[in-house]
């Protein structure tokens, strides 16, 4: 049974840290693109980071460059969202994604709510 689980959202202030990990069972890891997303109140799910199969630096939306770090660990099967310089605009339920081009599987997690406070 494919899970991924999502944890270490919570309440913070302007300028404040977190760290999303999502632990994954049930498919390979390490054959999956990994991601974050984010859904915020009234809006549509967007991509915050991603970052592929073996890691490296990840790629980015604009509006989280230089404050979001993504990493992943393929022993734990795990990928971690690092998120500094938190503003009140990244408040949102975070998804944890799973994706794998070689057939289109894409699996998603249940979410963790992020809230900024001002």
């Known amino acids: 049974q494919v899970q991924l689980v999502e944890s270490g959202g919570g309440l913070v202030q302007t300028g404040g840290s977190l760290r999303l990990s999502c632990a994954a069972s049930?498919?390979?890891?390490?054959?999956?693109?990994m991601s974050w997303y984010r859904q915020a109140p009234g809006k549509e799910r967007e991509l915050v980071a991603g970052?592929?199969?073996?890691?490296?630096?990840?790629n980015y939306a604009d509006s989280v460059k230089g404050r979001f770090t993504i990493s992943r660990d393929n022993a734990k099967n795990t990928v971690y969202l690092q998120m500094n310089s938190l503003k009140p605009e990244d408040t949102a339920v975070y998804f944890c994604?799973?994706?794998?081009?070689?057939?289109?599987?894409?699996?998603w997690g249940q979410g963790t709510q992020v809230t900024v406070s001002s």
């Open positions: 994604n799973a994706y794998r081009t070689l057939n289109r599987r894409n699996y």
């Open positions: 049930g498919f390979t890891f390490s054959n999956y693109v």
């Open positions: 970052i592929n199969s073996i890691g490296g630096r990840g």
